[in-house]
T-cell receptor
């Protein structure tokens, strides 16, 4: 499978715990994006990387959120001290800069904070 | 700030009907517009991408049009089938940012 892969698919955690999600983009895609989607809403942009550089961050990305893409391949999104309002679907997408920026999305990680 | 609106929020039609989903955006300075499909609890599947210089794109029973000057796009689905039931999302790209800006989607139900 050469699509965007996200792990885990589902995560249930208690308020106050830290969680980390992983995204593996399509091989050789230099851009990687994180979005968050809550029930009944469209996805909202969180941040994106070009290779290993984090080039844009949304105001939605509070101090409790951190994202990395250390070697320009896979990326991790960590949420510290989770709150119930963090419950959402976290979507990862990747693209090639030169390919009309068509973004290909993974299946997402659904986070439930109890 | 770019805002994307999709109308209607939900639509229920009998099988076989042709239908139109609407998308509007406030800032016409876009590079492209994408239509996605999302099944419940799943990720997004790209259906069609229209570059800002294009007027429409077609894939099978789907046809998407773009009127950049008026800030509107439509997704036309011909001869709808129960398998078309899903949420359809419109997203625009451009305007100085690398992010996609999404609408809230139209939830389509096609009844057998």
């Amino acid at each position: 499978d050469t699509g965007v892969s996200q792990d885990p698919r589902h995560k249930i955690t208690k308020r106050g715990q830290n969680v980390t999600f992983r995204c593996d983009p399509i091989s050789e895609h230099n851009r990687l994006y994180w979005y968050r989607q809550t029930l009944g809403q469209g996805p909202e942009f969180l941040t994106y990387f070009q290779n290993e550089a984090q080039l844009e961050k949304s105001r939605l990305l509070s101090d409790r959120f951190s994202a990395e893409r250390p070697k320009g391949s896979f990326s991790t999104l960590e949420i510290q001290r989770t709150e119930q309002g963090d419950s959402a679907m976290y979507l990862c997408a990747s693209s090639l800069t030169v390919a009309k920026n068509i973004q290909y999305f993974g299946a997402g990680t659904r986070l439930s904070v109890l | 700030k770019q805002e994307v609106t999709q109308i209607p929020a939900a639509l229920s039609v009998p099988e076989g009907e042709n239908l139109v989903l609407n998308c509007s955006f406030t800032d016409s300075a876009i590079y492209n517009l994408q239509w996605f499909r999302q099944d419940p609890g799943k990720g997004l599947t790209s259906l069609l991408l229209i570059q800002s210089s294009q007027r429409e794109q077609t894939s099978g029973r789907l046809n998407a049009s773009l009127d950049k000057s008026s800030g509107r796009s439509t997704l036309y689905i011909a001869a709808s089938q129960p398998g078309d039931s899903a949420t359809y999302l419109c997203a625009v790209y451009g305007g100085g940012s690398e992010k996609l800006v999404f609408g809230k989607g139209t939830k389509l139900t096609v009844n057998p």
